[in-house]
């Protein structure tokens, strides 16, 4: 019978992380972080770092693991993972995996492609000039070199339309060309895929005090320290939300109210963004939500059993 692997995925704010919690008390498992923003150790408060508290309960593992001065890919965090899922195995343990980043949940369940290592250089210039020229003109430029990206990637996705750039110009090969042969590194393992179906307005409200509690747990601080570093913008950490906004509220260009309600509003798009994605990508992940904890773990419980 093969071993379970447990993905628990969903938009931001919608409970992920108090339900695995939850879970591996149940099924003795150990929790394994899917969030490409919770892995830097400089960000614990903005990016809603499980706390030591909750940690202490029910190891995890890949938080707060990496400088924000790092660029760290999906590949990389695969390799880290199977490592993990390994030791979770050797100690009995069922590895739990949660968050949010639809990229490295598609590398679990349907492989990643084995992409050459893109020199730092291409990356900088890749972002350089979708910086420059703006989203909408960058897609033309991408579409132009590479015309099976207009099948595979929507206009408005800079993430990968930028990935897409950096792999055409530095293999002359389409990223798609590169994927078209892989395969999933779990097909020994069960895999129970998990999504929280959470209703709009229960998500709003969860975002609204999510942000005022990051403001009471002082993410101001998080940033200050974060600006004095001057980090290349080229990074994926200058993406955390909360960020630029904070930045403008402390060059006094917006006062606290105005910042807070500009984070509630990135938040909510990104959450959206997370529920599309989920529509086109996860399909046959099971969707499920309940307000109350409880119930909730009960029915996640009846899904992977």
Known sequence: MSKKLILIAGPTASGKSNLAINIAKKINGEIINADSMQIYREFSVLSSRPKNIETKKIKHHLYGILSVKKYFSTGEWLKLVKKKVKECDENKKTPIIVGGTGLYFN??????????????????QARKLHENIGQNKFYEKLVVIDPIVQKKISPNDSQ????????????NKSLYEWSSNTKSEFLQYDLKKIFLDVPRICLLENI?????????????????????????????????IGVKEIASHLSGEVNLEEAKELINIKTRQYAKAQNTWSRGHMKNWTKIYSKDLTLLSKKVLKVIS
């Open 208 to 240: 609204i005090k999510r942000t005022e509690m990051m403001f009471k747990n002082n993410c101001i601080n998080e940033v200050e320290k974060f600006l004095k570093l001057k980090i290349d913008q080229s990074l994926s950490s200058n993406k955390l």
């Open 160 to 171: 990968r339309s930028i990935r897409a750039y950096e792999v055409k110009i530095s293999t």
């Open 107 to 124: 590398a679990i369940t349907k492989g990643i492609s084995k992409v050459p290592n893109i020199s730092s250089k291409v990356r900088k």
